[in-house]
C-alpha cells in the first residue's frame, strides 16, 4: 500500500512528517492522512515523493517491476555474453524448482 511505503521511506530516510510536508510545500495533515490511508497523493506529489526518495513511481504504487540493463554501449561480443548469462541464469533457476 502507498500509505505503507510513504511512511517506511519517510522514517527510513529519519524525517519527520512535518519535513516531508516543507519539502513538499503541504500540510502535515496531508502527509499524515496519506500514511494513515485517508487520503492518497495525486499523481504529480506520486512524482515527486518519487523523485525525493529516489525510488520509482512503480514501486510507490505497488506496480510489478521489470528489471532491464543498458546494452546500448556494448559491443556484439558483450552483447552475446550478456545473453548467455541471462539464458544460464533461467536454466539454472528453472533446474532448481
Excluded at 500540510?27 to 492518497?40: D, F, P, Q
Excluded at 526518495?53 to 510489478?64: E, K, N
Aim: zero cysteines; charged letters at 20%; a neutral charge.
Amino acid at each position: 500500500m502507498i500509505a505503507d511505503k510513504i511512511k517506511m521511506l519517510r522514517n527510513a530516510n529519519n524525517m519527520t512528517q512535518s519535513e516531508l510536508a516543507r519539502k513538499l510545500n503541504i500540510t502535515r495533515s496531508s502527509v499524515n492522512a496519506w500514511e494513515m490511508g485517508i487520503s492518497i497523493p495525486s499523481t504529480t506529489f506520486i512524482v515527486e515523493l518519487a523523485q525525493l526518495f529516489r525510488v520509482s513511481t512503480d514501486y510507490l504504487l505497488d506496480l510489478p517491476t521489470h528489471n532491464s540493463i543498458d546494452i546500448s554501449t556494448l559491443n556484439e561480443t558483450e552483447i552475446s555474453i550478456v545473453y548467455s548469462l541471462i539464458r544460464y541464469f533461467h536454466q539454472s533457476s528453472g533446474n532448481q524448482k
